[in-house]
């Protein structure tokens, strides 16, 4: 999963909820995970699903934390 506008990369993530590293805003998701990626537009992987990134895709979406698996 990367997050290239914020500057992190996560390499081989835990399952579990991942804050925006600098809070909401524009992120490249690259799912090479054999996990969804759900991308919330709260922190904390609360308020709506801004979408679902399944594993092998790529999206750019605005979010503020993402939930592997």
Same mark, same amino acid.
């Given at each position: 999963?990367?997050?290239? $506008? #914020? =500057?992190?990369?996560?390499?081989? &993530? @835990?399952?579990?909820?991942? /804050?925006? &590293?600098? *809070? &909401? *805003?524009?992120?490249?998701?690259?799912? %090479?995970?054999? @996990? $969804?990626?759900?991308? %919330? /537009? $709260? &922190? @904390?992987?609360? *308020?709506?699903?801004?979408? +679902?990134? $399944?594993? =092998?895709?790529?999206? /750019?979406?605005? *979010?503020?934390? +993402? #939930?592997? =698996?």
């Amino acid at each position: 999963m990367n997050d290239h $506008e #914020r =500057g992190a990369t996560y390499e081989n &993530p @835990k399952a579990g909820c991942y /804050d925006a &590293p600098d *809070g &909401p *805003g524009g992120l490249e998701i690259g799912n %090479f995970t054999n @996990k $969804e990626v759900t991308v %919330f /537009d $709260e &922190p @904390k992987c609360a *308020g709506e699903t801004v979408t +679902v990134v $399944e594993p =092998g895709n790529d999206a /750019d979406v605005f *979010g503020a934390s +993402v #939930r592997i =698996g």
